[in-house]
């Protein structure tokens, strides 16, 4: 059993279990093998956590379709960078075992940093956003609430609310004129009465006079007298007023009607603006309110939040680093040594192959050429004996003119003419 689990931890970790032939070799493969297994659930969990911030903590069903997909892409990459091993396939039949591995490749490691750091904010991020979720809502309702102040100090709410404050100003404005005007017809009243109490007072000898009685002319009906006129003016102000009630009664049921129109799309129009100040309060709005934490008391939020942050990225880069440390090790070097051997007989072969191929075409060349210069031997006795049968057929057709004119002597009956191998005409019986 423990047999078969280190092998397994062996091909987590992309080695070759042929070639871990020492005991530290084998506790370091199956160390990087136990960290490639942990890093592939915290990646699973993180990249599902994440899923699930950037919905809203809606927890779709699809979180857990995404976090494996990332935890294998991250995986596949450590594997790639544990398994592999930079052998150096310079000078090949050098024995030298500084000539067995190349310098490693900084740009591999550096990546898988990057990597590792990116990754460890993408999962800090959730978590530490469901850590601070009170100070983080706290903070939310603080700029949710200039969010909408500064909503309702611009834009349709800013011209609803003057319009209706302008109308409160004309029915004030009006109100205060009738107030105006009964008052000074109140005014007139208590002065009327204040007036009728000194002539009653003047009557019963108690006034200014000292006489009783109110005789025409006297004191005492001046009192009265102005006293009835101050009623009479009392009377025609109430008048007024009421008049000027009855003429602004429809102004001011046009006026109402308005302002409830108005109080109707300010609530609207400040529902939408709740609505669209509160919608704000996703992944982003929460990221930047955790930031604000930080920056405002490093030295708790934000301490705590690099320390996780860095905690993760240790534990991300633990296989590589592991890795790295451990350049050059057995296994390594057993791996180079076989890999160079391989090389090396292949390119003995592919040597071998090539010099064959050369001997091959350069013997065929040479039968080629022997070839075209035989047939071309063969071509000018053709044509040597094309021209020597062309002259003996030219000397055989031809006659002579001058034999012409003295006609040869008969010939014997019987008699026949040949043509000898050279060519000459012989004539036989």
Same mark, same amino acid.
């Given at each position: 059993? *423990? ?7 062996? =091909? ?66 450590? *594997? ?7 052998? &150096? ?40 956003? !469901? ?31 003057? =319009? ?46 000292? =006489? ?9 009906? $001046?009192?009265?007298?102005? !006293? ?16 000027? $009630? ?5 102004? *001011? ?19 939408? &603006? ?58 390594? *070097? ?7 051997? =391989? ?76 043509? &000898? ?9």
């Amino acid at each position: 059993m *423990r047999t078969g689990l280190g092998h397994l931890l062996l =091909r987590v970790a992309n080695v070759n279990p042929r070639s871990v032939t020492t005991h530290s070799d084998r506790v370091l493969y199956r160390s990087i093998g136990v960290f490639i297994l942990l890093y592939f659930v915290y990646a699973t969990v993180g990249g599902a956590a994440f899923i699930d911030a950037s919905t809203g903590y809606a927890h779709p069903w699809y979180q857990w379709l995404v976090g494996p997909l990332v935890g294998i892409g991250v995986v596949a990459y450590d *594997r790639a960078v544990v398994g592999r091993v930079a052998v &150096n396939f310079e000078r090949l039949d050098s024995t030298d075992p500084r000539h067995l591995l190349r310098p490693p490749t900084a740009g591999l490691y550096l990546g898988r940093l990057g990597l590792a750091l990116l990754f460890a904010v993408v999962v800090t991020e959730p978590l530490m956003l !469901s850590r601070y979720q009170g100070e983080i809502d706290a903070r939310l309702a603080q700029v949710h609430g200039s969010q909408l102040s500064e909503l309702d100090a611009g834009g349709p709410v800013a011209g609803y609310t003057a =319009r209706l404050a302008a109308l409160r100003e004309d029915t004030a404005r009006e109100d205060s004129e009738v107030r105006a005007l009964t008052g000074a017809a109140a005014g007139k009243r208590a002065d009327a009465r204040l007036l009728y109490r000194q002539a009653l007072a003047d009557s019963a000898g108690r006034g200014v006079t000292g =006489r009783s009685g109110c005789p025409r002319g006297g004191y005492c009906h $001046q009192l009265v007298q102005r !006293s009835r006129a101050l009623d009479d003016q009392a009377v025609a102000l109430d008048r007024q007023a009421a008049a000027l $009630q009855r003429d602004l009664r429809a102004v *001011r049921a046009a006026r109402a009607a308005e302002q409830a129109g108005l109080t109707e799309r300010i609530t609207a129009e400040h529902a939408a &603006n709740v609505a669209v100040v509160r919608a704000d309060a996703g992944f982003g709005a929460r990221t930047a309110a955790m930031w604000h934490l930080i920056k405002a008391d490093f030295w708790g939020v934000g301490l705590f939040y690099f320390g996780v942050a860095l905690l993760l990225v240790a534990l991300d880069c633990a296989a590589i680093g592991l890795k790295f440390a451990s350049r050059g090790n057995a296994y390594e *070097r057993s791996e180079a040594r076989a890999a160079r051997l =391989r090389e090396h007989e292949a390119s003995l072969i592919h040597e071998r192959e090539v010099h064959d191929a050369r001997t091959y075409g350069d013997v065929t060349a040479k039968v080629i050429a022997d070839g075209i210069e035989a047939a071309s031997h063969d071509d000018g006795l053709v044509r040597a004996a094309t021209e020597h049968a062309r002259a003996v057929l030219h000397t055989a057709v031809v006659v002579d003119p001058a034999t012409i004119e003295s006609p040869a002597p008969r010939r014997r009956a019987g008699a026949l003419s040949s043509v &000898n191998e050279d060519g000459e005409r012989r004539v036989s019986a």
